[in-house]
């Protein structure tokens, strides 16, 4: 390679490394490095070792675990694109190929209540016509 293609090489990956907010995590220990890994280990491990309707319940503490930490990472200031990307990785596979996290949707009380207030006026009306002829 000619001198050109390695500074070219050089400055491709200095503006990488600063899109990716590489400093955030220039200064993130190694322990919470290793437990974030670790982390992420175990939920994976979880999700490999549990049947596919077993995974929301049985994985469901070290998942929360590691968002947990993940979130707290953040406030810190160690939110760089190697830790987002592996719990953005993380998270779509909890939510997206095990669907879990999504509370069931109740239709019937949103149902009950709408049926309720349509058939308010009729009964409103309905009464008032039956007791003005009482009157």
Not at 61 to 69: C, E, H
Not at 78 to 102: F, I, K
Not at 117 to 125: K, S
Request: proline share 4%; with cysteine.
């Amino acid at each position: 390679p000619t001198v050109r293609e390695m500074m070219e090489a050089v400055v491709s990956t200095q503006s990488t490394g600063t899109s990716a907010l590489c400093d955030s995590c220039s200064g993130l220990s190694s322990n919470r490095s290793v437990e974030f890994v670790n982390k992420t280990d175990t939920v994976m491990l979880c999700f490999e070792h549990n049947k596919k309707g077993d995974i929301c319940n049985n994985c469901s503490a070290p998942y929360d675990a590691l968002l947990n930490l993940f979130k707290s990472l953040q406030l810190d200031g160690y939110a760089c694109a190697d830790l987002a990307d592996s719990m953005n990785s993380t998270a779509q596979t909890w939510s997206v190929r095990y669907q879990c996290g999504h509370p069931e949707v109740q239709y019937f009380p949103i149902i009950s209540l709408t049926v309720g207030m349509l058939l308010l006026p009729i009964v409103f009306y309905g009464s008032n016509k039956v007791l003005s002829k009482l009157v």
